[in-house]
């Protein structure tokens, strides 16, 4: 798994960002 990044971090910015895509979108 070394150089890959951690896919636990990336899905939790990803979450991150959707919800604060669909704040705006409200």
């Known amino acids: ?3 890959i990044p ?3 971090n990336i899905m ?3 979450q ?3 919800s604060q895509m ?3 979108q409200e």
């Open 1 to 3: 798994m070394k150089g």
């Open 6 to 8: 951690n896919i636990g």
């Open 12 to 14: 939790k910015q990803a």
């Open 16 to 18: 991150k960002m959707q």
């Open 22 to 24: 669909a704040k705006l």
